[in-house]
């Protein structure tokens, strides 16, 4: 390139040839590669790599989205810890801990189909998927009847239920736990488990469209990486609750005892 | 002295991304990073002449000390809207969303952002999160300015918080996705040959907002997500009635809006690197040292949101290092200014009208961020905290910088967006009306800041009157500047001469194409062999004067032709 | 002081000079500096104009001695702004000692203020030349913020916190009181004005509006119709309860092993919510009171305590209310931004 001229940059041979030709010859060269190559890419690698940076990115500002709120509950525990420990012994200790369990596995499921669309193992990949989902949807409906137990119980705080005001005399109190402070407690569990709930129903809703897609075949060895990044999404979301079930469910039980 | 030696005829592409498809539809279903570029430039115009009126009201208002025109409740609602109109919905989006989704791959030789639908779809996201904040207004407004600070937003009865809550929540997502979209595009997508220190700094900007996007936009979605939830329950983290922390909420929106202030800045910064360097044909003075500026003015920004909190009841200690790292902060924008002035040293300065812009941004963002000295002083932002002192301090950064470079830029590229140039006479009397108005608008509110005039005053004691009357009278100034690009840009789409390639000679790769670019940018995949701004060869580099004792000696010695 | 420079407004405290003058070094840098820039520009860009429409100037290489320079040398100079302006801000938060106590309480929109001598005031503040006055802070809705800008003087006043600032006034006459943080309609509306006197003239004021309560012994009154005398003594010497007299100031050492300061904040919190923090040694048998007193008679339940001081304690420690009134190195350590909120 004369780099003194700063004219437009001409292809080779294009002498007679209009733009739309041009372009449509350069579609033309693309669909050398995979058919699932979209037409900015210039090849699968590049858009693998994409994809994968991709979510990486989208996971830091899942992280600082969480921050946030990891944020609140650390300066509130450290402020009220009797509270927060009185309250936590009274969410559902058996329930928290199958959940937990459900999603561990799904995550395994996940990975095996993962692994199933690296090796091409079609039927592999559509059965891990629907596992994967049905695991997903076993940790909803759990979560379902923990808030309907806490509704039951009146730990819903403030006036989102105006007939069910929050009422802690269920609580069994530690020394110096003040009740009144109890509500924040509950509070930030709803506010947090809500919002992991809320990413699992995306989550659920991501693998169904892919499983659909992986049963019309989409999915092989050259071309995985939707399979590849809802993974990475869904793990991260099981990562989440992982944190959140230590926090919310066991810190402060030894002072139940 | 070297000249431009040749410029081919440009071959008028039949098809561009303009003409390529018809129709609404082909617009609103459009995966054209150019067309969601002018689908963002649409709105953020609207939003920002919504937001003008606003300040209009404003003004208007603050012509008599009484506070007559208005109730105080309007006017409360006046300011709120101001702020949340032109914070979130042109300031934040403005540059980045609209030139740089135009700009962006066109300058790494890409054919698109990496995801081009991810891309439509932020900016729906953007035109739900503004349609729901419009409904909030027409439903009866919110009254507890921009910052929502609890506890009054959380029980202010007269106000639809949750919606316009909502409604920002929303749109930053839009800011998410834009900012992840830009960093897997430089990441991935730079043509062959473009090397990270090949970028033009444009992009460098645009990489370092969107670091800040993506990691500061979901720590203040999240806060305001939790101050509607906490006025819904009317419980929460926030309202010391239930054991919460109202200071809480400051930290947590201020890790993020103080960084917000770099994006809106950062994008203007790196379309004043282009202006500077490419209107006085000249490499820019000290390409690393700008770039990097950039970097670090994004991860020191993270740093100094205390800043905003000096009188609220933070620790003196916390109050001091917030300080410090305020003035630390200072630094890499007092290079990048330093170096700018070094780039005009022995250029070819044109006084087309994005240098006009250019050249004012770098004089009022001198002011804007000195007096952002101020408020990092301790002793002084106790005095001035709160007061017109800020309110002129954030105008000077953001109207003096932003908006200006934002016009510097949109006319800089206006030939490369729409084809055709726009009137190059009124192009300049605009620049000159916007700096005159501008300065007469906002130079009187330091003065009256100093002498202790809190902002968000519908009414305040007649000794200030004589600033606000300047300062309404210098806003009608700036208003009318500012709508005679708005009539002319509009006007030239259809009856502005045509424009060449490449009208102002320049080597950046967005000029190496039609005008309008073709839908995939490029006719081939460009390689890039040259250095960013590299206007003549390396070779021919000339050391600077004062210190040429180190290299070239030679060299920089030898006769320039045509040197006066 | 500058009165005969235009745009400066009234000077009338001690530490107003001082600001003053950090701020004209303020502004000198930042006129030189705007000059500097400005002038550079205004040459480059004349003398190195376009002259010929296809010139292309030679490239100039960079130099990171330069840019060393340029970065350095606005570094010093930040530096010497941030430590002139830390050493004024410590002075301005530096709770002083002899100080009289006025209680300031914001409200939607009014400011409602009392002398420790028991004089109420709305909106208006007497107080005399030459004497160090302390105000102690709190709202009893949403944030406010006093705001003196004759004494260079503000504070956020946060509802359920108390802050305090302190000034001296140095020159009679009368100033405004603003509201700075908004707070709702009448936002502008809530302010007010302080009135500087001289001594004597502040005197005469006093004893003419004699005839209120002063806080303290409203506040006693409060403290035997609550019923804190039985287990706190009736001059707060205790009993079922932890002593009280002397106790602002005072290191509180609680039952989880923790240690504190004594502050208005924890009077607050032990009084609304006793089982919060247990003093080492006592049963959680105090019942709350929250809802039972207002933010005014917390202030003169306080006043009260303050008052059974004992004439031996350790004079050193004020009390340190909130973060903007603890500066003082080594004794209560100032909270970090969000520690002792409640």
């Given at each position: 390139m004369n780099r003194k001229k700063f004219e437009e940059t001409k292809p080779e041979a294009e002498e007679g040839n209009t733009l739309a030709e041009s372009i449509a010859m350069d579609q033309h060269d693309s669909t050398h590669g995979h058919p699932a190559l979209q037409h900015h890419f210039e090849n699968m690698e590049q858009q693998r790599e994409a994809g994968t940076i991709g979510i990486w990115v989208f996971l830091v500002t899942e992280i600082m989205f969480f921050g946030g709120m990891f944020f609140a509950y650390t300066l509130y525990r450290s402020q009220y810890p009797m509270e927060f420990a009185s309250a936590s012994n009274h969410l559902d200790l058996t329930m928290g801990t199958i959940n937990t369990a459900v999603l561990i596995l799904s995550s395994f499921t996940m990975a095996l189909g993962v692994y199933s669309a690296q090796v091409g193992k079609q039927r592999n990949l559509v059965i891990s998927l629907a596992l994967t989902i049905f695991l997903g949807l076993v940790f909803l409906g759990i979560k379902a009847v923990e808030y309907h137990e806490k509704y039951v119980d009146h730990l819903i705080p403030g006036r989102l239920f105006p007939g069910n005001p929050f009422d802690p005399s269920g609580i069994h109190p530690l020394p110096g736990a003040n009740p009144q402070k109890m509500e924040m407690f509950y509070w930030i569990y709803f506010a947090m488990t809500g919002m992991h709930a809320i990413h699992m129903i995306i989550g659920v809703g991501l693998l169904s469209v892919i499983m659909y897609f992986a049963a019309r075949g989409r999915y092989g060895p050259e071309y995985h990486s939707p399979v590849e990044v809802s993974g990475l999404y869904w793990h991260f979301v099981d990562i989440i609750w992982i944190f959140l079930f230590p926090l919310l469910y066991l810190l402060g039980r030894h002072f139940q005892h | 002295m070297r000249a431009i030696e040749t410029f081919q005829a440009p071959a008028p592409a039949k098809l561009n991304y303009l003409n390529a498809e018809y129709g609404i539809k082909s617009w609103l279903l459009t995966k054209d990073h150019k067309r969601i570029g002018l689908l963002y430039l649409g709105s953020v115009t609207f939003f920002f002449f919504l937001g003008g009126v606003y300040a209009m009201l404003i003004r208007l208002e603050l012509l008599t000390p009484q506070g007559d025109l208005l109730s105080s409740t309007t006017y409360n609602k006046v300011f709120t809207q101001h702020g949340i109109m032109m914070i979130f919905f042109f300031l934040i989006p403005a540059i980045p969303a609209s030139l740089g989704n135009f700009l962006v791959p066109m300058m790494i030789g890409a054919k698109d952002l990496a995801f081009p639908r991810i891309n439509l779809l932020s900016w729906y996201i953007f035109i739900v999160g503004g349609l729901i904040t419009i409904y909030a207004l027409l439903a009866g407004g919110v009254d507890t300015g921009w910052t929502?600070?609890?506890?009054?937003?959380?029980?202010?009865?007269?106000?639809?918080?949750?919606?316009?809550?909502?409604?920002?929540?929303?749109?930053?997502?839009?800011?998410?996705?834009?900012?992840?979209?830009?960093?897997?595009?430089?990441?991935?997508?730079?043509?062959?040959?473009?090397?990270?220190?090949?970028?033009?700094?444009?992009?460098?900007?645009?990489?370092?907002?969107?670091?800040?996007?993506?990691?500061?936009?979901?720590?203040?979605?999240?806060?305001?997500?939790?101050?509607?939830?906490?006025?819904?329950?009317?419980?929460?983290?926030?309202?010391?009635?239930?054991?919460?922390?109202?200071?809480?909420?400051?930290?947590?929106?201020?890790?993020?809006?103080?960084?917000?202030?770099?994006?809106?800045?950062?994008?203007?910064?790196?379309?004043?690197?282009?202006?500077?360097?490419?209107?006085?044909?000249?490499?820019?003075?000290?390409?690393?040292?700008?770039?990097?500026?950039?970097?670090?003015?994004?991860?020191?920004?993270?740093?100094?949101?205390?800043?905003?909190?000096?009188?609220?009841?933070?620790?003196?200690?916390?109050?001091?290092?917030?300080?410090?790292?305020?003035?630390?902060?200072?630094?890499?924008?007092?290079?990048?200014?330093?170096?700018?002035?070094?780039?005009?040293?022995?250029?070819?300065?044109?006084?087309?009208?994005?240098?006009?812009?250019?050249?004012?941004?770098?004089?009022?963002?001198?002011?804007?961020?000195?007096?952002?000295?101020?408020?990092?002083?301790?002793?002084?932002?106790?005095?001035?905290?709160?007061?017109?002192?800020?309110?002129?301090?954030?105008?000077?950064?953001?109207?003096?910088?932003?908006?200006?470079?934002?016009?510097?830029?949109?006319?800089?590229?206006?030939?490369?967006?729409?084809?055709?140039?726009?009137?190059?006479?009124?192009?300049?009397?605009?620049?000159?009306?916007?700096?005159?108005?501008?300065?007469?608008?906002?130079?009187?509110?330091?003065?009256?800041?100093?002498?202790?005039?809190?902002?968000?005053?519908?009414?305040?004691?007649?000794?200030?009157?004589?600033?606000?009357?300047?300062?309404?009278?210098?806003?009608?100034?700036?208003?009318?500047?500012?709508?005679?690009?708005?009539?002319?840009?509009?006007?030239?789409?259809?009856?502005?001469?045509?424009?060449?390639?490449?009208?102002?000679?320049?080597?950046?790769?967005?000029?190496?194409?039609?005008?309008?670019?073709?839908?995939?940018?490029?006719?081939?995949?460009?390689?890039?062999?040259?250095?960013?701004?590299?206007?003549?060869?390396?070779?021919?580099?000339?050391?600077?004067?004062?210190?040429?004792?180190?290299?070239?000696?030679?060299?920089?010695?030898?006769p320039i032709d045509g040197e006066p | 002081m500058q009165s005969w420079l235009p745009f400066m407004p009234e000077s009338a405290s001690t530490i107003a000079p001082k600001v003053d003058a950090l701020y004209f070094y303020l502004s000198g840098v930042t006129l030189f500096f705007t000059f500097l820039i400005a002038g550079v520009l205004t040459f480059f860009v004349i003398k190195y104009r376009r002259r010929t429409p296809f010139e292309i100037p030679r490239p100039v290489a960079g130099s990171h001695k330069l840019e060393t320079i340029w970065s350095v040398i606005p570094f010093l100079i930040a530096m010497s702004i941030f430590a002139w302006g830390a050493q004024v801000y410590f002075e301005q938060v530096r709770p002083a000692a002899n100080t009289n106590e006025i209680y300031v309480v914001g409200k939607q929109w009014m400011w409602k203020l009392q002398h420790s001598t028991g004089q109420r005031e709305i909106n208006e503040l007497h107080v005399p030349v030459g004497r160090k006055i302390k105000l102690i802070m709190t709202s009893e809705d949403v944030i406010h913020s006093f705001y003196v800008p004759a004494f260079r003087i503000k504070s956020d006043v946060l509802p359920g916190r108390y802050l305090s600032i302190w000034f001296e006034a140095t020159k009679p006459g009368t100033y405004h009181l603003f509201c700075a943080e908004y707070c709702g309609m009448n936002h502008s509306g809530m302010i007010g004005s302080v009135i500087v006197m001289e001594p004597t003239e502040f005197d005469n004021w006093l004893s003419g509006n004699a005839n209120q309560q002063a806080p303290a012994v409203a506040g006693q009154q409060l403290y035997e119709s609550l019923g804190c005398v039985s287990c706190h003594g009736a001059k707060g010497e205790g009993g079922r309860g932890p002593a009280l007299a002397g106790l602002f100031g005072r290191t509180v050492f609680l039952n989880n092993g923790q240690t504190l300061v004594a502050d208005e904040s924890y009077v607050r919190e032990s009084i609304e919510n006793p089982q919060a923090k247990l003093v080492n040694g006592f049963g959680p048998i105090m019942p709350t009171f929250q809802g039972q007193v207002t933010p005014d008679q917390l202030i003169q339940i306080m006043a009260f305590i303050k008052s059974l001081q004992t004439p031996n304690a350790q004079p050193t420690a004020p009390a340190a209310p909130g973060a903007t009134g603890s500066a003082v190195p080594g004794t209560n350590s100032a909270p970090s931004p969000t520690q002792n909120i409640r």
């Open positions: - | 929502f600070y609890p506890p009054y937003s959380t029980t202010s009865s007269n106000s639809y918080v949750v919606a316009t809550g909502v409604g920002i929540f929303i749109s930053g997502f839009s800011s998410i996705l834009t900012g992840l979209n830009f960093i897997v595009t430089v990441h991935t997508m730079r043509a062959p040959g473009m090397t990270w220190f090949r970028l033009p700094l444009f992009i460098w900007s645009h990489y370092a907002t969107a670091l800040i996007m993506i990691l500061g936009t979901p720590v203040v979605a999240i806060t305001i997500l939790l101050l509607a939830f906490e006025r819904l329950t009317n419980v929460g983290i926030f309202n010391p009635a239930t054991g919460g922390d109202p200071v809480l909420f400051q930290h947590l929106f201020w890790f993020y809006s103080h960084p917000a202030v770099y994006i809106m800045i950062l994008p203007g910064m790196g379309i004043i690197s282009e202006l500077i360097a490419n209107f006085s044909r000249k490499n820019i003075f000290g390409y690393s040292f700008v770039a990097f500026s950039s970097l670090a003015i994004a991860v020191f920004g993270f740093l100094v949101w205390g800043h905003h909190m000096f009188v609220s009841g933070q620790s003196v200690y916390a109050g001091m290092v917030f300080s410090f790292l305020s003035f630390a902060v200072a630094i890499p924008s007092a290079v990048k200014v330093f170096n700018w002035t070094a780039t005009l040293y022995k250029g070819s300065i044109s006084y087309d009208t994005p240098m006009l812009y250019a050249l004012g941004f770098i004089g009022l963002f001198t002011i804007g961020g000195m007096t952002g000295l101020f408020l990092a002083t301790l002793a002084v932002d106790v005095h001035v905290h709160d007061t017109y002192f800020i309110v002129a301090h954030f105008h000077y950064i953001m109207v003096g910088g932003t908006l200006l470079a934002y016009l510097g830029g949109l006319h800089y590229w206006w030939p490369k967006i729409s084809g055709r140039m726009y009137p190059e006479g009124w192009g300049r009397f605009s620049a000159l009306v916007v700096f005159v108005g501008f300065n007469l608008t906002f130079l009187p509110q330091f003065v009256a800041g100093y002498l202790g005039m809190p902002r968000r005053y519908h009414a305040y004691p007649p000794e200030f009157q004589v600033f606000n009357v300047l300062s309404s009278a210098g806003a009608s100034i700036l208003g009318f500047g500012l709508l005679i690009p708005l009539i002319y840009l509009v006007w030239s789409m259809r009856y502005g001469r045509r424009a060449e390639p490449n009208p102002w000679h320049l080597p950046g790769l967005e000029w190496r194409t039609p005008s309008p670019p073709p839908t995939e940018n490029f006719l081939a995949t460009p390689i890039v062999t040259w250095e960013a701004y590299e206007f003549a060869p390396p070779e021919e580099t000339e050391v600077v004067g004062v210190l040429r004792s180190d290299k070239n000696l030679e060299d920089a010695d030898r | -």
